[in-house]
């Protein structure tokens, strides 16, 4: 899978660390994705919820064997309009 369809794709249920930020306490955050807004995700880190801006963070997404990493930049878009405006 490329990493443009893999933006496309559904993140929700997906491992995730964010590997840079502009806040260090960002860098802490890894666990899974359990819901998505336009502007951050929650993700589920150490039995509590953590909500993380997309815009100042990347992203790296693991499945199965394969990770991608993505700039928050790229994904900031609400879940349903993604599919249609990540090229």
Request: aromatic letters at 8%; one cysteine or more; a positive charge.
């Amino acid at each position: 899978m490329k990493a443009g369809d893999f933006r496309r794709r559904e993140l929700i249920g997906l491992e995730v660390e964010i590997v840079q930020a502009t806040c260090a306490s960002y860098l802490e955050i890894r666990g899974k994705v359990v819901d998505e807004t336009r502007n951050t995700f929650v993700i589920e880190h150490e039995g509590a919820e953590k909500v993380v801006p997309k815009e100042c963070c990347e992203f790296l997404f693991r499945e199965g064997s394969h990770a991608f990493k993505v700039s928050g930049k790229d994904i900031k878009f609400r879940p349903e309009d993604r599919i249609k405006k990540v090229r």
